[in-house]
């Protein structure tokens, strides 16, 4: 369809004011290049005129981030007149405007200065020191703080700058001094070093860009929440309520196309066997010596064209920098998974997974160690379930995890989950999107099935639900990383519910010790040994875990459990609140973001939490971790019954 263009006429900015009155959504494209956006009603707006004598890539997209923006050519006719009248009608609305101003400034001047090219500067310009000191103050400490390179320790430059005129070189304001003081209004002018373009302004440093973009809208933020506050008489919560709520449709293009190539295959179940118990029997029968033979489903798909999908989604058109970070990462973790498969028992598919799911860090094993330390007994424990006593069967505990989804379905009657028994699966049971796996041939321990379903059930597919509920499908396919802070509160459901035991707590070291030992280049048989020997597990526990580890080619995956754990205590002692967690399939890095989407009114809050959380017994288990300080020794002590 033909993007229809508007000239800047009688009617269109009657269009426009009539819009902003009736706290309407406003995006026009101007004629012959530009748009105006406006959210919502704001008491600002943000501005880029594209200079006419020099080519200048990338800026107009510091201005597209935010919520109330206008790029346009420097001479488009009209303009003048389309920024007062949003000016004024932002007068009558809150009693006064701001506009803000953003250009880069002409490479010759910074050649002048003398500066290094790739060294960030800004300068901020205002008419003078007063109503405006404050929040030019905030501008420059928040653009400071942008991550650079690691040689600008003292911080990136910000300059002030206090004049009566200030404009983009070669153009006049479009807010006169006289216009501003009659109407109420006020402005900032930002120049920016375009560290993001070439010298002539021709090409693109895309990561660069990135980098001051994201950083300029969140200095941005800080700033007009200080404005705002101050001159008007709305009390905006939080800086981040000021940013878009509105979804352009380039968004929910991507993330339905990111989704797709994510559901079109089940990564864990192409790289799991599907002949693990005939492989055990085999093993046993080898007397442990010989690496087993896996036999894993056939790949229904081609993992280069799925690539070539991948690649083909527009991300960099996304204006908003905060999903378009999320987006990015997804299409990179996609991107290596994809890799992975297509690698699939071959020697690369261990690099695949160190760059998706990390090795094993030098802490992350001493403290396995000394998990495993505090373990150890006179007798072997059996830290699986390798004895059918005390257990229940795979039926019994389908029918157990049947009764949850219906307590679940009962709060939240749009729920759609299932319970299958099946025979290709490593682990005695898995959750795969809404679909809950269990192992035909798994017993569990019957003091361990409420911990095992509050471990599936209560965190697996209860975020796929609550990611449903939310408007970018990413959210139940997950985000990328999600896996470690998933995993993490999966086990720590397990503790609140009082179903954490010391032969659990051993499994996730077991699981990190054999993760070293294949990334260190040992063999099947010889970590399945260094885990009998050394760890004390028994044999069928210990083929166990090291079919979960070298599955596939090599996957670190497994050392996400205990890392995850270890990182939500340290999440909770810090004051964390474990509510926001359950939004969807989110990483720990995606907390600050998904807090700042909820400020702005694009997720919601979820429609379910953990029946865990409801008993006064796990709640003084988390008040606990938060008060004593608990971290994973002394959580592996407390539930040993042993004192450190």
Known sequence: MKLKRYQIDDAFLDGIEKALIENREIRKSLKPWGRVHIDRQLPFLCLYRKPAGREDIGTEKLAITEASYLISPADLPGLDTLIKRIAETAVKIFGT?????????????????????????????ARKLGTLTPVMEILRERLREIPWKKREREGIRVDLAYKKR???????????EAFCKAKGCYRIGIGVKPVYQNEDGT????????????????????????????????CPAHHEVLGRRGITKVVWEVDKALARIDNAFDFLLQVTPVNTNAAWERFCEEKFTKEPE??????PFDPPLAKRDLFKIPIEKIEDTTLMELFCEKRTELDRKLTMLDDRESPNFLYGSLQTYGG???????????????????????AGA??????VDARTFAKAAKAELAWYKKRYPKLEADVQIREDIVSGAMVSGRHFLISKYAHFPKKRVEALINHEIGTHILTYINGTTQPFMQLHTGLCGYDEMQEGIAVLSEYLCGGLSKARLKILAGRVIAVDSMVRGEGFVKTFERLCEECRFKERTAFTVTTRVYRGGGLTKDAVYLRGLIGILEYLRNGGEIEPLFVGKIAASHIPLVEELQWRGILQKPPLFPRYLEEEAAQRRLHEIREEGLDILQLMHRVSGAKP
């Open 97 to 125: 405007f701001l506009l803000v101003e953003i250009w880069s400034e002409p490479i010759e001047e910074i050649s002048e200065k003398g500066e290094e090219p790739l060294s960030p500067h800004f300068t901020l310009y």
């Open 166 to 176: 200030f404009s983009p070189k070669g153009l006049s304001p479009l807010l006169t």
């Open 203 to 234: 090409k693109l440093y895309p990561y660069e860009l990135r980098k001051i973009r994201h950083g300029l809208s969140k200095a941005l933020k800080h700033a007009l929440f200080s404005f705002t506050q101050a001159e008007t008489e709305i």
């Open 294 to 299: 896996f036999l894993y489903r056939p790949r």
């Open 360 to 382: 094993v860090e030098p802490g992350l094993l001493e403290t396995a160690k000394k998990m495993l330390q505090i373990a150890k007994t006179r007798k072997r424990e059996n």
């Open 386 to 391: 390798d004895t059918v006593r005390g257990s």
